[in-house]
């Protein structure tokens, strides 16, 4: 069973009639308690691109990257009333061509105007880590979220789509999404390869980040930092968890991710792999 009352005990928020102002704090509450992350991949536990799975997952305190979370939130807004499109989309890291590759699930939500967007169209993405925290008027401009700067345009890579512009710190360059609206089976493909290939960066590296209101905190293998409005040399310097104790404190005291569900054996696995991986990279900057 998937209940509306679960997912929203989960998110710490009331139902209430859709709204703009609804649907900024549906949004902000989910970015800041159900983390971005692909720990499933580390633990050898598949998932898929069911919505209802993801739904499941989540209620029960676990989090996921984009087919998870934005399927997830897309159907809570649905139920809640809420006109919702899926868009397949794509990000792009340094370097990489713009486009939509299939790699991300992107959102709007339409027919709820304001002031400073009378067309009632908005860019929501839960999914995108370290990027925004509220929703984004789909009216091109520059936008500011706490120490974060964003930019929206049309696309050029996708006729009639749009094109967000991560801020110069953020972990990704941009993303493009198509205009028309597409269903979670159009996503199967890149599924499969984001969380089962060598190539994949989701199998190469672990990753977990949760956004708030003043910035974002990464976990990325065993490197935890936080960024936020101005560098602060004992909160933004990077730390290495390079104790077993310590990684799956940070999970549960920054991330909320307790892993009450995994057994110690399965704990002790994705311990190693995370070692495994950091010495590998280790090496790497050291050119051994």
């Not at 720990?39 to 598949?46: F, M, N, Q, S, V």
């Not at 029960?60 to 989309?89: E, I, M």
């Not at 520059?142 to 345009?153: E, I, K, S, T």
């Not at 360059?173 to 599924?191: A, N, S, T, Y």
Request: negative net charge; glycine residues 12%.
């Amino acid at each position: 069973m998937i209940t509306v009352t679960g997912y929203l005990r989960r998110l710490g928020v009331d139902a209430a009639a859709p709204s703009v102002a609804e649907l900024f704090r549906l949004h902000a509450a989910h970015v800041e308690r159900v983390p971005y992350e692909n720990l499933e991949i580390w633990l050898g536990r598949p998932t898929t691109v069911d919505p209802a799975e993801s739904w499941r997952r989540i209620v029960t305190g676990r989090g996921g990257y984009c087919f998870h979370l934005n399927g997830a939130f897309s159907l809570l807004l649905s139920r809640l009333g809420y006109q919702v499109t899926r868009h397949y989309a794509g990000v792009q890291g340094h370097g990489a061509s713009p486009g939509a590759t299939g790699n991300h699930l992107a959102l709007s939500v339409t027919g709820l105007p304001s002031d400073g967007n009378p067309g009632g169209a908005w860019l929501v993405d839960t999914g995108l880590g370290d990027a925004i925290h509220e929703p984004l008027p789909l009216v091109e401009g520059d936008y500011a979220q706490g120490p974060f700067r964003y930019r929206l345009r049309a696309s050029e890579a996708e006729p009639g789509g749009w094109r967000f512009e991560h801020d110069l710190r953020g972990s990704f360059v941009g993303m493009d999404m198509r205009p028309e609206g597409c269903v979670m089976e159009d996503f199967l493909d890149r599924h499969r390869h984001l969380s089962t290939s060598p190539e994949s960066s989701f199998v190469k590296v672990a990753t977990v980040q949760r956004r708030d209101a003043a910035g974002v905190d990464t976990l990325t293998g065993l490197v935890l930092k936080r960024l936020g409005p101005e560098p602060v040399p004992a909160v933004d310097s990077p730390i290495v968890l390079e104790r077993r104790q310590d990684y799956f404190a940070a999970l549960a005291d920054v991330f909320g991710i307790t892993l009450d569900e995994v057994s110690g054996a399965e704990r002790d696995a994705l311990w190693d792999r995370l070692w495994s991986a950091h010495t590998r990279w280790l090496g790497d900057r050291a050119g051994v």
